[in-house]
């Protein structure tokens, strides 16, 4: 009895399959790393506040960050600590808008300050 000819090739290139890497090129910014390079999906989910200053300046401060809408799955607590990491202590009145957004009070710099702390974990002061 012959065997088709396709039969036999389907049989063999089915068990050597190969797994393939596609590199799709740099990434746009100057100083973006690689995925091995950055940790993954977390530099990409990471909040903007991880450059702020102990005096307050840099990044997420102020009207420099626009807030997103979105679903916010922070807690209550998460918020406070968030905004502590960021330099605002004893926030208050902290609640949930309805874009999804904490939204409350905090002393920075001796001064209250209106905060708010969006989905990804941005935060904002005025």
Do not use: C, Y
Request: aromatic share 4%; no cysteine; glycine share 14%.
């Amino acid at each position: 009895m012959r065997t088709p000819l396709a039969l036999v090739l389907v049989a063999l290139l089915g068990s050597s399959a190969v797994a393939q890497t596609t590199v799709t090129g740099k990434p746009a910014a100057p100083d973006a790393k690689t995925s091995q390079q950055s940790g993954g999906q977390e530099s990409v989910t990471r909040p903007n506040t991880d450059k702020m200053t102990p005096d307050g300046t840099g990044a997420g401060m102020g009207g420099a960050v626009r807030l997103e809408k979105g679903a916010n799955s922070f807690t209550e607590g998460e918020a406070r600590s968030r905004l502590a990491k960021a330099g605002f202590m004893d926030a208050r009145d902290l609640k949930k808008d309805s874009d999804g957004i904490w939204r409350g009070t905090a002393t920075h710099g001796g001064q209250t300050v209106q905060v708010g702390l969006d989905f990804k974990g941005n935060v904002s002061a005025q």
